[in-house]
Each structure stands twice: as structure tokens, then as C-alpha cells.
């Protein structure tokens, strides 16, 4: 487990942004968050996205025995939005994930009350990767800041008021839920499901359709920030045409962001097309046991006991060899500095410094349990993503940052 010391010196590294900044255009609203590092849970960050992976299965379980579907977070590099919750707002630290749906506070900072604050009664319950949160729902005005023109406002929006929540580090108020509204289904008490802040965006006129863009900026980069786009796509951010695919008919990947794709190594296939996620929440990339398999015997790395990762020499990175990932006929490429973790932030994660791992990890399972990759924050990182709920797609594009060596 990173010790706070560590936390604070990534944080140093990372050049400090403001997350209350949003740009906002008619129809959509954009807003940018910080990376902050969520060290509870897990002994190493591999161990986190294992935690996580496990989850989304056991959702499925869960599903098919007639249970309900719950969320699932828990990263070791984690992107935080600065939210308003009441009137007049309070400001909490809310982990962006597009894998949970709720939003709730109350992990550090207590919810304060006002005057747009109503309790409906109802209780909330939802467990994560390796934490879990129990309280109150609680109806509010939530809002996100605006540089130029006032604020991006939601009104009776449902909120998770935690009484009880583990796993959520220092400085992590709680979650900004932004996945699929069906994961929201049976968290609180004597309601189906519940309607997410995009959803209520979009009823309540703020944004013109029910999509959502995200974009990421590589760890290292001294320009370290991310953004979240409300109702459309960042057309600064995107620099090639965004190619959508539909979300995977297979379970448990259905239910999330899924996608269907093949994963290549050099023009070898270590993953014939198979389903799996997309997922902000993931730190690394995760696949299949038998293709990590592939994969490690591919670059010759070994594991490192200390990060959960994969260690090669200086020699074997010069022979990397460009991880292909194709989705929807389009080949999306990881270069040999893309699949390597930022060195600067080697201490970071308890590895030794000027050594070099590899971003791709072991998910647990063999490949054909319905979830056989989750394309993490490694992935975003180098590609600008759209989650499009109205037509049931994901897609993705080419960023500044798609082929650049900052690792």
C-alpha cells in the first residue's frame, strides 16, 4: 500500500489543474478533473484492477441467479471532478467512473444540508471492487462550475449520502457515476432504477443528446488533466474521426461500456475478438489469463512482486513491438513507450526507480467468461472515447497525445 507520503509527492509531479473549470457550448458542457491516487485496497495496482475485474463478474452472477447489478470501482490512479451538491453548493471530490452509475458523497467530507435538500427515506447500498458505501438517498441540486457562463445546474437530482464506506482514499469525497443507468438498478431501497446526472442533464435541457466524451492526457505530461464532455464530444480533443461500434450483445461486458474487440502483439494475435470493457476506473489494461500468458511470453517480461506488474531490461523495451488493438474493422495501436508505466512515477507504485513495466496485467480468468480485457486509463490515455447511450455505442479517436513518448 502507497504510504500518503508517496500520494503527495505524485500529486506534486502531477501539475495542478483546476477541476472546477468547464467549457461550456449550446447543448453540451465540459468539465476537467484531476489525478489524484486512490491507495486503499490492494497491496499493489494490480491488484486493484484484479479486485474490479472480479466484481463485474460476480455482477453477472448475480444477475442470472435473479440478484441485481451493482457497481464496480476501485483504481489506483483516480480522475476527480470538483461537484457542487446543495444551495448554496458544497464543493466534494468526486471519482469520475463510467463503470458505477450512482453518485454519492460522504466518503471524507460529511454532506452539509440546505435548502434543496430532501431525504426521501430510502436507503442506498452499493459495492465496489474491493469498498462498498451504505446511507441515505437524498434528492439535491447538484451543479458543475462554469468558467463563462454561470453554471451547469441539475435539479432533484438522487444522491448516495454515505453513513458507512471503505476502500476510498484520502481526499475522495465519493463517486460521480456515469455509466449505464441499468447499473443503478436495485441500490436503493423500494426503487427500480434511478435516473443518472447525465440522464437528468438531458431532461432537464441542459444537453442535447445523452453522450459522453471523455478525454485523458498521459500521467507524466506536465499538462496532466482530463475532461468530461456532457452531450457531445471535445472536437479539440479528438484529432481524427470518431469510429463508433456498437456495445457487445455478451455478458457480463453487456452491461457496462462493452465492446467487442482482438488484441494483436507485433501481428500476433494473443486475443481473438472476444468482449470486454471500457472502463475509466481501471487503472491498467487487463486481459485473460491465457492472453497475458501470450503477452508476457511475447516481451519476455517478469513479475514484479512489489507492483503486480510485468519488469523488462532496457534491451527488451527497445524490442518491443506495437500492441494492436482492433475494434470495429479500425486498429487502435499502443507503442512499445505506450505500454510501459510512466518511469517518473515508478516510486509511486512501489517499483524500484529507472526500471521499466509493462501497463498490461492479468485479469484473473481465463478468456471466454464474457469480460476477457478491460481497456483501462493505460488505453484512455492515448484515445479520446464517446459513450453514446442514446444509440447503444462506444466510440473512439485518435488524441495529440495517441503516439507521443512521455513514459
Not at 481501471?282 to 514484479?304: E, H, N, V
Amino acid at each position: 500500500m502507497l504510504s500518503i507520503k508517496a500520494v503527495l509527492s505524485l500529486l506534486a509531479i502531477l501539475v495542478s489543474v483546476d477541476a472546477n473549470a468547464v467549457k461550456r457550448d449550446s447543448g453540451k458542457g465540459t468539465i476537467r478533473f484531476a489525478a489524484k491516487v486512490n491507495v486503499a485496497g490492494a497491496a499493489n495496482i494490480a491488484e486493484l484492477d484484479q479486485a474490479r475485474a472480479f466484481q463485474i463478474i460476480q455482477t453477472a452472477t448475480k444477475r442470472k441467479r435473479g440478484g441485481v447489478p451493482f457497481s464496480v470501482t476501485n483504481s489506483a490512479v483516480s480522475y476527480i471532478a470538483t461537484v457542487g451538491v446543495g444551495s448554496p453548493p458544497t464543493s466534494y471530490d468526486l471519482i469520475v467512473d463510467t463503470g458505477s452509475s450512482n453518485t454519492w458523497v460522504g466518503a471524507n467530507k460529511t454532506y452539509v444540508q440546505t435548502s434543496s435538500s430532501q431525504n426521501t427515506g430510502h436507503t442506498v447500498d452499493v459495492s465496489y471492487g474491493s469498498g462498498n458505501f451504505t446511507g441515505e438517498e437524498w434528492i439535491d441540486t447538484v451543479t458543475f462550475n462554469t468558467v463563462n457562463s454561470g453554471s451547469l445546474t441539475i435539479y432533484k437530482q438522487s444522491i448516495g449520502v454515505a453513513k458507512q464506506s471503505n476502500g476510498f482514499s484520502e481526499g475522495v469525497d465519493g463517486i460521480l457515476g456515469v455509466g449505464p443507468t441499468d447499473l443503478t438498478r436495485g441500490t436503493v431501497s423500494d426503487s427500480d432504477e434511478i435516473p443518472t446526472v447525465t440522464d437528468n442533464l438531458l431532461s432537464q435541457g441542459s444537453i442535447d443528446a445523452n453522450i459522453l466524451g471523455v478525454y485523458f492526457v498521459p500521467a507524466s505530461n506536465p499538462d496532466n488533466h482530463g475532461e468530461l464532455t456532457f452531450g457531445g464530444v471535445n472536437n479539440d480533443a479528438a484529432v481524427s474521426e470518431i469510429e463508433y461500434v456498437p456495445i457487445t450483445s455478451t455478458s457480463p461486458a453487456s452491461t457496462y461500456w462493452g465492446v467487442d474487440q482482438t488484441i494483436t502483439y507485433g501481428g500476433q494475435t494473443i486475443l481473438s475478438e472476444t468482449a470486454g470493457i471500457v472502463d475509466t476506473g481501471t487503472t491498467l489494461i487487463a486481459l485473460a489469463s491465457d492472453a497475458f500468458a501470450r503477452y508476457q511470453a511475447a516481451t519476455g517480461g517478469t513479475m514484479d512482486d512489489n507492483t503486480g506488474l510485468l519488469k523488462i531490461s532496457t534491451e527488451q523495451y527497445v524490442a518491443l513491438k506495437t500492441l494492436t488493438f482492433t475494434i470495429g474493422g479500425i486498429d487502435y495501436d499502443l507503442t512499445p513507450n505506450a505500454q510501459i508505466w510512466p518511469r517518473a512515477l515508478n516510486e509511486q507504485i512501489g517499483g524500484e526507480s529507472g526500471a521499466i513495466y509493462l501497463i498490461v496485467t492479468d485479469i484473473g480468468t481465463k478468456s471466454g467468461s464474457g469480460l476477457d480485457f478491460i481497456n483501462g486509463y493505460a488505453f484512455l490515455e492515448r484515445f479520446y472515447t464517446v459513450y453514446d447511450t442514446d444509440n447503444a455505442r462506444v466510440g473512439f479517436a485518435r488524441t495529440a497525445y495517441t503516439d507521443s513518448a512521455t513514459n
